[in-house]
């Protein structure tokens, strides 16, 4: 098993690694409610209805 041949200080490693940042998801716009929402994500309208690519996955559930 290899091993260094100086131990790295927390402060280099943790400057080494400030460059990894969370990209910001992809947002889209339903063709059939207009919303905006994430890609490849199912989401609700105001109704309550579930959508995914514009078609309706679950109704809204009526009282």
Do not use: F
């Amino acid at each position: 098993m290899a091993h260094p041949k100086s131990r790295i200080s927390k402060q280099r490693k943790r400057k080494r690694r400030t460059h990894y940042k969370a990209a910001m998801p992809t947002l889209s716009k339903c063709p059939t409610t207009g919303d905006v929402h994430r890609r490849h994500v199912a989401h609700k309208d105001a109704e309550g209805n579930l959508y995914y690519r514009g078609k309706i996955l679950v109704p809204a559930v009526e009282v």
